[in-house]
């Protein structure tokens, strides 16, 4: 095979800056006609419930129910499924749920109260959504791992009931995904799929209950309905090509960073892998080893389509500016492949996950290391954050004000009211003041 082409910026080159954002730059192109054909089906649902979710699935995955409860899979083919899988991949499974409920775990928020010199009580109060819905790639596609990073963290929240939609083309499904979402407590479970499983979720039929918030990922017509049917629902985030950007002082196996980057790269052809180091050397030597490396894996084609398309090799001029480099990219996945991770991270403010030392690579957080592997894409690392508990939890501010207390916040109310001419707020406020 004939060496990777892969793009290569110098950071101590004046137009640095301007070529690096170019090289990241990613802008999903709108599809007019998905637009529409999205919209349609959702309106479509809308009115006919399960009538129109059981014909575009009859049609579109190439199945014959009779009705949308036909497409249920019941608990105890969930449980039949889990007997089916090998051993050892259900104790990997296993394993990872509990590392993933572990992590998780900590994450709960709890309620608070104070009281201040007046008297009055202000407060949070935090409780769970009362129903999630999961998307989950089906039919040849086996993705436990989104199972198990979606329904856990709604668990852990305390999510009264998560509903699974999964499409199954011509009846094919994975065991290992029905497994996971036995293992991961997932309530109800539907082989259904597309734009017509987002729009049953967001607004309910006669047989599938309304959501309050749909996750999980999906293909362009998925993720096209979850942007129209966001504001009915909340949504995750509407994610783009995977990315990983690797900082590395140079001391790391050549070859193991060249599979770390190779780890994004099959994903598919837009997924971005980005290599930063101030040892010129070291970069030649990831690219030899690539280019020794690319022919032995299945995806070599994909991989050097997302290599050749949008990889970068980038030298910094040391490890602080490497750093910098980080947060202008505000990476989906960053690994600190060096000697003193930690000495790194009050330089880095942007980044999805941080993996830390050489023995660390993404495909960990991938699968079982527990935090989850839902992260910000597109540089929206720079304001979004992991899913999380948190995601599926609402916080409620509680009031209480004493009739000390009343005597001085009704005669605030009341003057910024009347500064704001609303003259309604004022008389209420001005009612409690004796």
């Not at 019941?74 to 104790?91: E, F, H, I």
């Not at 985030?237 to 900082?247: R, Y």
């Not at 009343?406 to 109310?413: E, I, K, M, P, S």
Request: proline letters at 5%; one cysteine or more; a negative charge.
């Amino acid at each position: 095979m004939s060496a990777l082409q892969i793009r290569r910026l110098d950071a101590a080159d004046a137009a640095f800056a301007a070529q690096l954002a170019q090289a990241v730059a990613w802008s999903e192109e709108r599809d007019a006609a998905v637009e529409q054909t999205v919209a349609a089906i959702i309106a479509d649902v809308r009115a006919r419930g399960d009538a129109a979710v059981l014909e575009y699935t009859n049609r579109f995955d190439r199945r014959d129910a009779a009705s949308v409860g036909a497409l249920e899979i019941s608990r105890d083919a969930l449980a039949a499924a889990l007997a089916r899988v090998p051993a050892p991949a259900l104790a990997a499974l296993r394993e990872a749920a509990a590392r993933i409920r572990d992590f998780h775990g900590r994450q709960l928020q709890s309620n608070w109260q104070y009281s201040d010199a007046l008297g009055n009580r202000l407060g949070q109060r935090v409780s769970p959504l009362d129903r999630a819905g999961l998307y989950v790639p089906g039919g040849k596609a086996s993705y436990p791992s989104s199972v198990l990073m979606n329904a856990i963290p709604a668990k852990v929240a305390g999510v009264g009931e998560v509903i699974m939609v999964v499409p199954a083309p011509a009846g094919e499904i994975s065991d290992l995904v029905l497994a996971a979402a036995h293992e991961a407590g997932v309530d109800r479970v539907f082989t259904i799929g597309g734009a017509q499983a987002v729009a049953a979720l967001a607004y309910g039929t006669a047989t599938i209950p309304r959501v309050d918030k749909i996750v999980g990922p999906g293909n362009i017509y998925v993720a096209t309905a979850k942007k129209q049917v966001f504001g009915t629902v909340g949504i995750d985030m509407i994610a783009g090509p995977s990315e990983i950007l690797v900082v590395c002082d140079g001391q790391t196996d050549p070859e193991w960073i060249a599979m770390d980057l190779f780890s994004q790269a099959e994903h598919d052809e837009n997924a971005q892998s980005i290599l930063v180091s101030p040892d010129a050397a070291f970069l030649d030597a990831v690219q030899g080893a690539m280019d020794r490396l690319l022919p032995s894996l299945p995806r070599r084609d994909v991989i050097r389509a997302s290599l050749e398309g949008r990889g970068v090799f980038v030298l910094a001029r040391d490890l602080a500016d490497a750093c910098d480099v980080v947060n202008r990219v505000a990476p989906e996945h960053l690994e600190l492949s060096v000697a003193e991770p930690d000495a790194l991270l009050p330089l880095i403010r942007h980044a999805g996950a941080i993996f830390m030392g050489r023995h660390t690579p993404e495909a960990m957080g991938d699968y079982c290391a527990g935090p989850n592997h839902v992260l910000p894409t597109s540089g929206t690392a720079r304001f979004s954050s992991p899913l999380g508990v948190y995601d599926f939890q609402k916080r409620s501010s509680l009031i209480f004000c004493s009739p000390q207390g009343a005597q001085v916040l009704g005669r605030v109310a009341d003057t910024l009211a009347q500064c704001e001419g609303l003259d309604a707020h004022a008389r209420s406020a001005a009612l409690r003041v004796k």
